[in-house]
């Protein structure tokens, strides 16, 4: 570990703490220019954050010392960065442009993957022209996706952002194996219209499975067995699996693609189906574009890498363990579930490669909704709590094609530049005054109405939510992600902490089947089950 580097960087956070950042602006006249960038129709604004230049200086120097570009290279190389499990983490060669060149462990794979994306895309096509059909030659009008986690968030994703008001082919999604969720989905759905796709990376997902086998009880209710296989698709890693599961056709993808950096592969077919090949492509354009640049860009001009140099410094730094994430546009009203996915599966970690303690906080507890939304719920927190929490605010300048959304944006400006100013007891005080308040009440109504401000805050603009646009947006939370394991010197690629549960799990299931709980359980969890079992 880099411990000067790291030594400097919290010494500048502590000469920091008090700093107050308006004033940085008037102190660093090229703050501003600095700290904005313009990458892949982002423009994204870091100057409402905490560091002064120095503290951006220490920064960049843990960067340095962390050696981020070696490790990108590393990333982009194809080498084992997933060193628990031996395997490459290579999804930017999901959406690279024909004719690259991009090796796993020295595998070539570019090609690999330009025939799976052709096969997407054969098929996508034929079912949107109604060339391939189902059982009874009818035209699908609705995709069935079944997956959870990495195999349900990105695609979810996609559709929520770019998914056409009145969608020739509709789209549905099931991930929680609550009864309830499969029952709401097939709500006015045909079976002879229905394609299913089952997304698994292992196809041994127990929830996936379970409401794979309901979904293929619904359809095998209403088709003719011979029929069964036009209807139901599988993704996944593992296609013998699949096939021994029933079905009908697989699209693959390799080992070396994380499940929650998935939605570049086949695991997006459904969203292929749904919105066509060309916004696909777009979306894959989008991300590469933005590959490019994370190549590309010095450190100190590098968006993901500022990205997480911010989140550093206030994790560590300034020790604030929370961040929300605000996107104000309804289309991404799915982003802040996604990037607590991406960001606290990948970097929610207590050791380090070598299996020492970390030592220091690692990812911190995401959360966030609809800008607006938000408005009315947490924010009140944001600005008066004794915590700070600093703020992602994602903008989009138009959300609808026949309404500005002005009113909309405006607000998030209003709230990023609130948090940074605040209001002094003083001032509150003083517009009580004017607006016609007694001395006395003014006096007891003043506290209340102060806000500390000195909040930070960043904003990631773009003209219109495009799939290259969410492409981008997407790939720069990616590689924002990535970086900060490099600097906690995390392994961002493995999930060992959800592997407890599930073995437990298992256990679990077999007592509520004999309808007592073992000898060694705990007295709470026997307690609970025996309620629930009764």
């Known amino acids: 570990m880099p411990h000067a580097a790291w030594a400097e960087l919290e010494a500048a956070a502590r000469r920091d703490a008090d700093a107050r950042i308006p004033d940085q602006f008037t102190a660093d006249p090229d703050r501003l220019a600095r700290l904005t960038l313009d990458v892949a129709g982002l423009h994204i604004d870091l100057s409402k954050q905490s560091w002064t230049h120095a503290g951006l200086k220490a920064a960049l120097d843990l960067a340095r010392a962390c050696d981020v570009e070696g490790r990108r290279a590393a990333l982009f190389n194809g080498e084992a960065v997933n060193l628990t499990e031996g395997r490459a983490v290579l999804h930017p060669a999901l959406r690279a442009p024909d004719g690259a060149d991009f090796h796993v462990l020295e595998e070539p794979v570019s090609a690999e993957v330009e025939a799976v994306r052709a096969e997407m895309k054969a098929y996508a096509e034929a079912l949107r022209s109604g060339n391939e059909t189902g059982a009874s030659g009818r035209p699908f009008k609705t995709v069935l996706h079944i997956g959870i986690g990495g195999s349900d968030l990105g695609p979810r994703l996609i559709w929520d952002a770019l998914r056409p008001l009145d969608p020739a082919i509709d789209l549905r999604f099931v991930a929680n194996i609550d009864p309830r969720d499969m029952a709401e989905a097939l709500i006015g759905l045909d079976p002879e219209t229905t394609l299913v796709i089952v997304v698994s990376k292992s196809f041994t997902t127990q929830e996936t499975l379970l409401n794979a086998q309901a979904a293929k009880a619904w359809l095998a209710a209403a088709l003719p067995a011979e029929g069964m296989a036009k209807h139901f698709i599988g993704v996944t890693a593992a296609p013998e699996k699949a096939a021994a599961f029933g079905c009908g056709r697989t699209f693959a993808f390799r080992d070396w693609v994380g499940g929650r950096y998935s939605l570049w592969s086949a695991v997006s077919l459904s969203c292929v189906i749904g919105l066509g090949w060309d916004a696909f492509q777009g979306f894959l354009d989008g991300a590469a574009a933005l590959d490019r640049h994370f190549l590309e860009a010095p450190l100190e001009r590098n968006a993901p890498v500022l990205l997480a140099l911010a989140e550093i410094y206030n994790v560590d730094g300034l020790h604030r363990p929370a961040r929300t994430i605000a996107p104000y546009a309804h289309d991404l009203r799915r982003l802040p579930a996604f990037l607590q996915q991406l960001e606290m599966e990948s970097n929610g970690k207590q050791v380090r490669r070598d299996g020492a303690p970390v030592g220091r906080q690692t990812c911190p507890v995401i959360f966030g909704e609809p800008g607006a939304n938000g408005q009315h719920a947490f924010f009140q927190q944001l600005h008066q709590g004794p915590q700070v929490v600093p703020v992602e605010f994602i903008i989009v ?66 003209e219109r939510l495009t799939p290259q646009t969410l492409g981008a947006l997407i790939a720069l939370y990616e590689h924002k992600t990535f970086v900060e394991g490099v600097l906690w010197d995390i392994n961002s690629f493995d999930q060992w902490g959800v592997e407890l549960g599930k073995v437990l799990a298992k256990a679990l299931l077999k007592d509520a089947a004999a309808g007592a709980p073992s000898a060694d359980l705990d007295p709470s969890t026997a307690d609970l089950l025996r309620r629930l079992t009764a």
Do not use: V
């Not at 026949?402 to 003083?430: C, D, I």
């Not at 003043?446 to 904003?459: D, E, I, L, Q, V």
């Open 397 to 462: 300048s138009r959300t609808c094609e026949e309404t500005p959304s002005t009113y909309l944006w405006s607000n998030a400006l209003a709230q990023a530049q609130a948090l940074m100013q605040g209001k002094t007891e003083t001032q509150a005080r003083a517009e009580l005054i004017a607006s016609g308040a007694s001395e006395d009440e003014a006096d007891r109504l003043a506290p209340h109405k102060a806000f500390p401000g000195n909040r930070p805050s960043t904003a990631i603009l773009m």
